[in-house]
């Protein structure tokens, strides 16, 4: 690939306009990214100290410090912050700096719908948090929020709840129509779709899936809506409506909605396995292929959310079948990674160091993910901490260890400064070890029989419970070094050059650090 | 009877700071790290089956991980400076496709055989339909006519750290369920709220108990004894508090319970045509009203506010017992506030009663007591 031709001759380039009103006016997508990031980041911290809250009461057996009913309430906005507000809206921050500057492009396609689509999240969030101080408390229904549970029997919060909802998926569709736009439409001549950067491909087909979805969970929770307020009864068995459509529907959405959490993060760590092992990617188009059968997957494999549900052995055994069936895509992509790093020349910088813990705790994830496909265990499995510990090993170590890498991977591009390679290292040893001490006796627990969403539990579980809790209070409170050492990089340091990694490639290193505010206003040449 | 912060206040609380320091150490179990060996064939064969998979999940693990920590430990930049070149290599990626399809369908079949036993919905020997409740179970034996509630038992101030808890702390009931040892027993599983779900780890049931649809399970266990489970689908505040315990008894024995249990229903229906003093059904009235109430309206009858209405006070419990009587019996629609007509006359008559009569309701209202026969009216209103 050849470096950028600057345009000298362009009047209208201007740089950042001042103060507050940058940031609430701004179509700059580098701005929106960052927008977005610190507002992931924000939401990061807070669905952590929820997290905090219910280790805290899960440290012994017994209830010390919240009721059952404050208990289910942090489950619950745990999740859906975790999910809505700190997983996705990272990565569409991410997006938005990497992709047009991957493909060559000058900005996003649709740069004032993506101030829109950014403003209008902290607004879902703040209503949801209000929920809290309402009567009656906030959802106490779990991420999931099965109906008649989040319907005839919800706290009256459960308006605010979908009103977020709404919010939040109005946000990620008009995100993701911007990803696809943009790609399909604003990539430099000769950046062709199979010349794409991994990043760039993992995006494309995650915003497919965002819009695939987002419109269903719009459905279900509508549907809620009507219930509640409307008299009908979609999921009221009383008035011939099924509890278990709502599941079906939730989980058309919510399968996908697992892959819109991991697929960038393959893409992540695609590039950064490929820098750091100063070799190319083992098999470009074989991890195209991986993820786009993953993603064709993701659309038929509902179902092993709700094996105990009592449906047809038919399904159970179609679903089992297809289920596993991901698994084969998914090791494409850990023996590619695996090969990559073979014969490669490698050094391990923090971002490094993340993705190969990706590889190793995600692999973990994926295994344990298998035996859940496995029905007649599934029966002993389900709701246990055994899920537990399964989603937290894919989606901590997974997407989040994988935001934590690109982030120390790209920083030195967007601040210009390298960040503390010391401290860099500390973060990951703290929040590896956090990580496995919390997550891992999860498994033990959940296999000796303590199911999920308990606020207390039998004595024979108590032990590695208390492991667990202290894990969880390691890997909380790294996460403040974390805060640290992104200040402490934005605001100065070791001047970045525009290489920034020996093994990087490209378009993004052939830009200046930090890049300028525009970049790519005339479109680069690729070969 | 759960939940009442107010406890707290009364008792000892460096009794409390004692046994938080000793409480875990007391029953210290850090062998429970695998799924047990269950009590039934089915549930042992899937045991064998969650070991299978996780034997070949731990090989593949150790494989692609010995790679990858060769590598790095063999291929960093200080031993191998000038990296490889290759990529790409069609027979490799035939065979990482291949063989993992292969070692999937080596899991899918004997997977695939033992559900194929598990969905055997053929009647059972006893047939007993189990309905969850916001926050227990009732079992109803459907041949036998037989049933009732199955509620937690473990002591509040064991919940709450104020005394030591015992050996079954949470898995232990007021009422278990038994069956015969040997028979097939059939379940028959629904829910009269939201969802819940009936699991019991020794038989390898779980089953989601929704209302509307009912789900059947089956078992036959050879071996007497006493086995626990739990809800495990997330239901409301008390989902960690509805356990179930399952007596296994010898045929003679179980019959013998059975005939036990007719003759307490018997002696109920007698209780009905009794002529019966406000005293005497506010007495039997409070313990139904600590079963079935409290977890919503409290034991100080204030509710919880913006959520379950409070009773104390209320114009309905105080002044309109018709209308009392008619949201026991129906529940009210569009709330929390289920239909309790599963319970007897003489329990309805008494919590009622104990309603009225309580928190100065019966100063406050008109203070007249429901009893049985006005529940029997109810039901069969004359024409």
Request: hydrophobic content about 40%; cysteine-free.
């Given at each position: 690939m050849s470096a950028v031709i600057e345009n000298h001759h362009d009047d209208h380039d201007h740089g950042p306009a001042k103060g507050i009103t940058r940031w609430l006016y701004t179509t700059n997508h580098k701005d929106i990214g960052t927008l977005y990031l610190w507002f992931s980041f924000a939401m990061f911290l807070i669905g952590g100290a929820m997290a905090m809250i219910i280790r805290a009461e899960l440290f012994q057996p017994g209830m010390q410090i919240v009721e059952p009913e404050f208990y289910n309430q942090m489950i619950t906005l745990h999740g859906l912050i975790m999910i809505f507000g700190g997983v996705m809206p990272a990565f569409v921050g991410l997006a938005n700096w990497l992709v047009p500057m991957m493909i060559g492009a000058p900005d996003m396609a649709l740069p004032r719908m993506n101030n829109l689509s950014f403003w209008i999240l902290p607004f879902a969030f703040f209503i949801l948090l209000s929920s809290l101080f309402m009567e009656g408390g906030a959802p106490n229904f779990g991420w999931t929020f099965y109906a008649p549970l989040s319907t005839t029997y919800a706290p009256p919060s459960v308006t605010f709840f979908i009103f977020s909802v709404h919010i939040m998926g109005a946000s990620s569709i008009m995100g993701a129509i911007n990803v696809v736009v943009t790609i399909m439409n604003m990539r430099a001549p000769g950046v062709t779709l199979m010349k794409m950067p991994l990043f760039v491909w993992s995006w494309l087909i995650t915003a497919y899936l965002l819009i695939a979805v987002m419109p269903v969970l719009a459905g279900a929770v509508t549907m809620m809506l009507m219930d509640i307020?409307?008299?009908?009864?979609?999921?009221?068995a009383a008035g011939g409506g099924d509890p278990v459509l709502f599941q079906h529907i939730f989980w058309f959405f919510g399968h996908p909605e697992v892959y819109i959490m991991i697929l960038p993060a393959f893409g992540i760590v695609s590039h950064i396995i490929e820098t750091f092992s100063r070799k190319q990617l083992f098999g470009y188009s074989s991890m195209v292929w991986a993820m786009l059968s993953i993603a064709i997957l993701s659309f038929v494999v509902w179902a092993h959310h709700m094996?105990?549900?009592?449906?047809p052995l038919a399904a159970e055994i179609f679903f089992m079948w297809a289920t596993m069936l991901i698994a084969v895509p998914t090791g494409v992509k850990v023996f590619n990674w695996v090969a990559t790093m073979f014969r490669g020349s490698l050094t391990f910088e923090t971002p490094m160091l993340f993705a190969v813990a990706f590889v190793v705790l995600f692999t973990i994830g994926g295994l344990s993910g298998l035996m859940l496909a496995i029905v007649p265990a599934d029966f002993q499995y389900h709701d246990t901490y055994f899920v537990v510990a399964h989603f937290h090993y894919v989606l901590v170590p997974g997407a989040i260890f994988s935001i934590m890498a690109a982030v120390y991977y790209w920083i030195p591009k967007w601040s210009g400064n390298m960040y503390d390679e010391r401290l860099g290292k500390l973060h990951f040893w703290l929040s590896f070890i956090g990580v496995n001490v919390t997550f891992f006796p999860q498994h033990f627990i959940g296999l000796a029989g303590m199911p999920r969403r308990y606020p207390d539990y039998a004595l024979i579980f108590a032990d590695w419970n208390m492991v667990s809790s202290i894990g969880a209070f390691l890997f909380g409170f790294s996460q403040l070094l974390f805060l640290f050492i992104v200040i402490k990089t934005v605001m100065g340091g070791k001047k970045a050059t525009d290489?920034?990694?020996?093994g990087a490639k490209g378009l993004e290193w052939t830009v200046a650090s930090p890049a300028p505010?525009?970049?790519?206003s005339t479109p680069p040449k690729v070969d | 009877m759960l939940f009442n912060l107010f406890n707290f206040t009364k008792r000892n609380t460096s009794l409390l700071a004692l046994l938080l320091l000793v409480s875990p150490f007391m029953q210290a179990d850090w062998f429970a790290l695998n799924m047990t060996r269950g009590s039934t064939n089915i549930s042992n064969e899937v045991f064998e089956l969650h070991m299978l998979i996780f034997w070949i999940c731990v090989a593949i693990g150790v494989i692609v991980f010995s790679v990858m920590f060769y590598s790095m430990w063999a291929h960093t930049k200080k031993k191998n400076p000038v990296p490889a070149k290759f990529h790409e290599n069609h027979k490799l990626e035939i065979a990482w496709t291949i063989i993992p399809f292969l070692i999937l369908i080596a899991m899918a079949v004997p997977a695939s055989k033992t559900l194929v036993k598990i969905y055997d919905d053929e009647a059972g020997d006893i047939n007993i339909q189990v309905t969850g409740y916001q926050w227990k179970w009732q079992y109803r034996y459907l041949e036998d006519d037989v049933s009732f509630f199955s509620n937690l038992s473990t002591d509040l101030d064991e919940i709450y750290n104020l005394v030591p808890k015992g050996e079954n702390y949470l898995q232990e009931v007021d009422e278990m369920v038994v069956i015969p040892a040997g028979k097939k027993v059939r379940f028959l599983i629904t829910a009269n709220d939201v969802i819940h779900s009936w699991w019991l780890p020794a038989f390898a049931i779980k089953q989601d108990a929704i209302p509307g649809f009912v789900n059947t399970a089956w078992t036959i266990v050879d071996e007497p004894g006493i086995y626990r489970g739990k809800c495990t689908e997330l239901c409301g505040k008390n989902h960690g508090f509805m356990p179930i315990v399952v007596k296994v008894v010898e045929q003679a024995e179980y019959d013998e319970w059975v005939f036990a249990k007719k003759q307490e229903a018997i002696k109920l229906a007698e209780l009905t045509t009794k002529e019966w003093t406000a005293a005497e059904l506010v007495e039997r009235g409070e313990s139904i009203y600590e079963v079935n109430c409290v977890a919503c309206h409290q034991t100080s009858g204030q509710g919880i506010s913006g959520i379950f209405p409070a009773l104390a006070g209320s114009d309905i419990v105080m002044n309109k017992k018709d209308r009392n009587i008619e949201i026991l019996m129906e529940g009210v629609q569009g709330a929390a506030m289920n239909s309790f007509?599963?319970?007897?006359e003489v329990e309805l008559a008494a919590v009622i009663t104990y309603t009225r009569q309580s928190w100065g309701n019966a100063e406050k209202g008109d203070g007249e007591i429901v009893i049985p026969k006005d529940i029997v009216d109810y039901k069969e209103p004359k024409i």
């Open positions: 307020h409307f008299g009908t009864s979609f999921f009221n094996f105990t549900v009592g449906l290489q920034v990694w020996e505010y525009h970049t790519f | 007509s599963y319970l007897s």
